[in-house]
């Protein structure tokens, strides 16, 4: 019988680094290639999988998204008003 003196974790570390030469991301260095450098080469990909919300998530959306829009109009109402006090000052002097 042989003992085991750890070929084993040179073996999977060989095979990882075959698979990073491999990787159509990884340029002949390792590096990431320039057109997707920074980026992980499956990011925005489609994988089919999808995500189905119960009505009371449905509904927690919508409030959220009504929220939103309230609260974008009450900023462009805010900015109007203060632009046109601004402007009347100006106009005054």
């Known amino acids: 019988m042989v003992p085991d003196n ?3 974790t ?3 570390t060989a095979t990882e680094a075959d698979t990073e030469a491999t990787d159509p991301a990884l340029d002949s ?3 990431p290639t320039s057109e997707n450098f920074g980026f992980y080469h499956r990011e925005g990909q489609p994988s089919g999988e ?3 919300l119960n009505e009371d998530q449905i ?3 919508k409030k ?3 929220a939103i829009a309230w609260s974008l109009v009450g900023f462009m109402v805010v900015i109007f008003l203060v632009t046109v006090a601004r402007l009347s ?3 005054a002097s």
Do not use: H, I, M
Request: no cysteine; charged share 25%.
């Open 89 to 91: 000052q100006n106009v």
């Open 50 to 52: 999808s995500v189905e």
């Open 59 to 61: 509904a927690a959306r």
């Open 64 to 66: 959220r998204n009504v």
């Open 6 to 8: 750890g070929s084993d």
């Open 29 to 31: 260095s390792g590096a």
């Open 10 to 12: 040179q073996n999977d």
